[in-house]
């Protein structure tokens, strides 16, 4: 019986996929034809929320009505998940954008995203499906879907490019031509909704003003992000993260240096669940750790945006997958911590050239020589090959911000008129 259950959902699917995808042309002559566009970005976590730029734009912009729903988080932990959303929620009613809590009515019962808000255009901030079913898009397909990678596109792998959201969204948005041709080459089937207009996260890169994110100290200090992975947990897709190895070296480190530095503590947003499960760690000592970052007075704890953080830093050590291409909006020297294990197999052409231009390291050995002849000596063999690299791939097309390239594209005018 569960088989037949299965088959029928899966035959369902693909019904309702076919016809999304045959109905999709009259719904775009639709869309751009009404006089207020409404669109939400669907959105889990802050410290991932790289649409500012474009929701602004839209703000501002007489054919576009954004706001923002809250997505329950559910591979998060679950004495996390509520945590999240009420934190996420704050977060942007601090911003004071448009946003709505995904509970509503006695009991915390989820909202109806087609009676409640009906939009025509959803943003979903990332691709997977670990949100309730109703929010999911495969409830959804009454609106477009438009998508901005939460990270550059930097991996040609099948986990990361091959889903039905893909397939479903309307346009899906490149940050430069080098990373569409590979998508191309590798994955000629599903590419034909890609739209080279650059990301949003580097309108707020390219900002000419940015707020400093640090903490008061005594004396110039060089400013150094340390940024780990979260994927401590062996078997997974991914297996960047070196933090079981380092975690408590680094803290001794930033504890005793005589050096002048200071040091901020960036983790995956996934990264605390991951440790609260985690058998060697579990949720008081990972609280403790958290906390001890957040108390010194040479350091202290990152855990939402951090374009403002990385601009007004002196330097980055991390082993992270995104962080890899973003941290060179900054032209400034960064380490990437090795565990071993290969993984720029899995990258494209535009992101190992990103990775090359990163100061390699395994312990905290290689991250103090880093720190005094790099960062506190100036010798910084690579600055030159930064430069061009952000030339190359990290300005957005068209000498206009990403954002505008993208309203463009959504409503079929300049560069991107039909």
Known sequence: MKKIDNLLRSCKRRCSNYLYLHTLNNKVRSIRQKETI??????????????????????SHPRFAPSILILPDEQKEKSLLKEGVDSCFDFFRRK????????EGEGNRLINIRKTLNPDIIFYQKPYTYYPEN???????????CYTNYAFHSLLADWANKNDFFQLVWQNYYENESASTDLKNEYPAITSNIVVTGLPITDLFLKKEHENRWKETEGKQKRIIWAPHFSISDGGCLSYSTFLSIAEEMLDFIKATPL??????????LLKSQLYDHPSWGKGKTDDYYS????????????????????????MIHDSGSFTIEYHHTLKPVMYLVNGKEHTSMMNSFAKEAYALHYKGTNIRDIRHFIENVVLGSSDSLLKERKSFFESYLVPPNRQ???????????????YAL
């Open 292 to 315: 001890e970052w957040a108390n010194l007075p040479n350091a202290q704890l990152e855990t939402g945006e951090y374009v403002d953080l990385f601009m007004t830093s002196d330097a």
């Open 135 to 145: 929010f999911l898009y495969r409830k959804n397909m009454n609106a477009l879907f």
């Open 38 to 59: 409404r669109v939400l970005f669907a959105v889990a976590e802050s410290a991932t929320w790289k649409n500012d730029s474009l929701y602004r734009a839209m703000l």
């Open 96 to 103: 004071g954008y448009t946003c709505i809590y995904p509970y």
């Open 401 to 415: 911000p990403a954002a505008e390239n993208i309203i463009q594209a959504i409503l079929g005018t300049g560069r």
């Open 260 to 269: 002048p530095v200071q040091m901020a503590f960036k983790p995956h947003p």
